[in-house]
């Protein structure tokens, strides 16, 4: 699919989607408890709807409806027919290997795109060290036998997901656990949100008070069932964000105050960058603003990073990303595509690897574009030919179904002249 933008006069006020990170975590919950669950305020992306469909081969019962799904779960697992299908979600994988570990099955894995070329050295090491079976090629993962209560060591370097997959993982055995991360602990927020999730469902873990790297898992635990509702999600809402900096006259709603989401930090960014804006309850209103460079560091809020650079485009001066070398390793390598993409308008961009530079300037008529099948880069790259009221035309736009399939519906929604064609 190929996104034509035309340059509109943008303005207007648009919901935050649902927090993916939240739904994945509110629907393996509500599939490892007994009982029906309704989940509230969904989108079904391609990355949730594979947590669905995973949780459903796993034993779980779903029915879903135009923004919910009621999830009834077996407290247990049922025998599994066929591999579990992560698509392209790296969550959805990293959730479930140690939960599925505990089925006491063979249990399969297979996705899409670059899933399975993202590294589960973390997962590796686990399993081999205590004489599992874990076999990780390209083509996807098997695995064989149930992980054992007792002491993890975690780097706090590569991913926050394997440390939530342990954590939903543990309170199941028999005794109890504890993970130590260590330094440097990134991503922290996102093990926040997936301890807040555990509690939401009836489940405790928490970070010793006299250790505070260190999480204690009690055992044995039982997940219950609930009514939830997701929250709005920051991470979308930050492209939306950095447009309404850039053009003025945009509201989000449905962004809590007192979120958990690390990618919360758009604000606090948006702000040392001189962005104007006001927030009323749950939601916040944007200004055209007179926006200059600042020092961003991505170590807890990675998912900030392509739409951070855009923003770096039209910030008067320097803009240094720091910790971004994670960005490399996602659907696409992110700094390699933003880079390549955002020189089509003219953007000065100069990259290491753990270190963006950027410099804002007046970005011109980009050539045609394409997305690298990457949500965020397809976009990002929306976000700036808008911003720059340029003419554009975005090949491969279809990624945005990873994570929010209404996207290109809410940029019209807030007057964009965008045309999808396929």
Request: charge should be neutral; glycine fraction near 10%.
């Amino acid at each position: 699919m190929t996104a034509y933008i035309e340059p509109s006069e943008v303005g207007g006020t648009a919901a935050a989607p649902p927090s993916k990170s939240m739904a994945h975590r509110a629907v393996l919950a509500a599939a490892l408890a007994r009982g029906v669950s309704r989940i509230e305020n969904l989108e079904f992306s391609q990355d949730v709807s594979a947590t669905l469909g995973a949780v459903s081969a796993m034993g779980a019962r779903v029915k879903t409806g135009p923004n919910w799904a009621e999830v009834l779960g077996r407290g247990g697992f049922a025998t599994l027919l066929r591999p579990i299908d992560c698509g392209e979600s790296g969550s959805t994988l990293r959730f479930l290997i140690p939960v599925l570990s505990l089925c006491g099955q063979q249990v399969q894995f297979t996705g899409r795109g670059r899933l399975f070329a993202r590294p589960q050295n973390v997962y590796q090491d686990i399993f081999l060290q205590q004489g599992l079976l874990f076999c990780h090629a390209e083509q996807g993962l098997l695995l064989k036998g149930a992980l054992s209560p007792g002491e993890y060591q975690l780097p706090g370097g590569v991913s926050s997901q394997f440390i939530s997959g342990l954590l939903f993982a543990l309170p199941l055995l028999q005794r109890p656990s504890t993970i130590r991360v260590l330094p440097p602990f990134e991503s922290r927020p996102y093990v926040d949100m997936t301890l807040a999730a555990l509690a939401d469902f009836g489940v405790q873990a928490h970070f010793s008070p006299d250790e505070p790297d260190l999480l204690e898992v009690p055992a044995p635990q039982h997940y219950r069932n609930r009514d939830y509702t997701v929250e709005g999600d920051y991470s979308q809402a930050a492209f939306l964000a950095v447009l309404g900096a850039v053009r003025g006259g945009v509201s989000v709603t449905g962004l809590r105050p007192d979120s958990l989401q690390g990618d919360a930090a758009i604000l606090e960014i948006l702000g040392r960058c001189g962005a104007v804006f006001s927030r009323q309850g749950d939601a916040v209103r944007f200004e055209k603003s007179a926006l200059h460079a600042a020092d961003i560091d991505l170590a807890c809020c990675p998912d900030l990073g392509p739409v951070l650079m855009v923003l770096g485009a039209f910030c008067e001066g320097e803009t240094v990303i720091y910790n971004a070398g994670r960005l490399r390793l996602k659907e696409s390598d992110r700094i390699e595509a933003m880079q390549k993409e955002l020189e089509k308008f003219g953007v000065k961009m100069a990259a290491a690897p753990d270190t963006v530079r950027l410099r804002g300037g007046r970005p011109v008529l980009p050539s045609p574009l394409e997305g690298h099948n990457d949500h965020r880069v397809v976009m990002s790259l929306a976000v700036m030919a808008l911003a720059a009221g340029l003419r554009a035309e975005i090949h491969g736009a279809e990624a945005v179904r990873k994570s929010w399939p209404g996207f290109f519906a809410v940029l019209n929604a807030l007057n964009a002249k965008v045309v999808l064609k396929e």
